[in-house]
């Protein structure tokens, strides 16, 4: 079975800081992750994917993840937000392969201020 | 990259009626498509998998028998909600899986609101 978590429902940042948002992962196999962005009354937009090759994954927008099998985490950063950021961010996880259903974490609503 | 469409993008029924929602794969076809369901400022949880001419697998709790899904086709997967109810309002999001990649990429159309008064 596997199973998302994202540490803390709301992050809010000021314009221009780093973004963090966390997420950790429980998986029996290998697994595929995902990160993804919401904005109001749309779908998914893909951010960033890790499928087993580099660890350090770099996504659209300037957005990054690590994935550490160590500690089972696959945060996700950005060196300064901007306020188009703002949104809500799901963390995804699937097993064998990116074609398998996937697992989402509870999501990060991301706040940025001015 | 590849498009999945759904329509309607948003649907007001009345509570008993029953409700289509239609998810396309615009370029690609798409043997797998995943049916999900966000309630409001929750995740996504997974309804069901929809496989071309087969039967739908649904998740642990989600009524088969109101959640009526059909893949007839490569590229079209259709959720009836069916005796609508209040509770069934959500937001209803498919993804579409595109098997002819090495890294079978899945892509998410935009949603479906559906309000049920």
């Known amino acids: 079975a596997q199973s998302v978590t994202q540490l803390g429902s709301h992050v809010s940042v000021s314009e221009g800081a780093l973004v963090l948002l966390r997420c950790n992962y429980s998986s029996s196999v290998p697994p595929y992750l995902f990160w993804y962005v919401q904005y109001p009354n749309q779908g998914l937009q893909l951010l960033l994917k890790y499928t087993s090759a580099a660890t350090l994954v770099k996504g659209i927008n300037g957005f990054e993840a690590e994935f550490k099998k160590s500690e089972t985490s696959f945060h996700l950063t950005k060196p300064s937000a901007h306020m188009s950021d703002a949104a809500e961010y799901f963390c995804?996880?699937?097993?064998?392969?990116?074609?398998?259903?996937?697992?989402f974490g509870g999501g990060t609503r991301l706040m940025v201020k001015p | 990259g590849a498009v999945v469409s759904q329509h309607p993008s948003r649907v007001i029924c009345k509570s008993g009626t029953s409700v289509k929602i239609e998810c396309r794969s615009l370029d690609f076809q798409a043997t797998t498509m995943f049916w999900y369901r966000q309630f409001p400022k929750k995740s996504l949880m997974l309804m069901a998998t929809s496989n071309e001419g087969s039967k739908a697998t649904y998740e642990q709790g989600v009524e088969k028998d109101k959640f009526l899904i059909n893949h007839a086709s490569l590229t079209l997967s259709t959720l009836t909600v069916t005796s609508a109810h209040p509770e069934d309002s959500s937001f209803y999001i498919c993804?579409?899986?595109?098997?002819?990649?090495?890294?079978?990429?899945?892509?998410f159309g935009p949603g479906t609101r559906l309000t049920v008064t």
């Open positions: 995804a996880v699937s097993e064998g392969n990116a074609g398998n259903m996937l697992t």
């Open positions: 993804s579409a899986v595109d098997r002819t990649s090495f890294a079978y990429e899945q892509y």
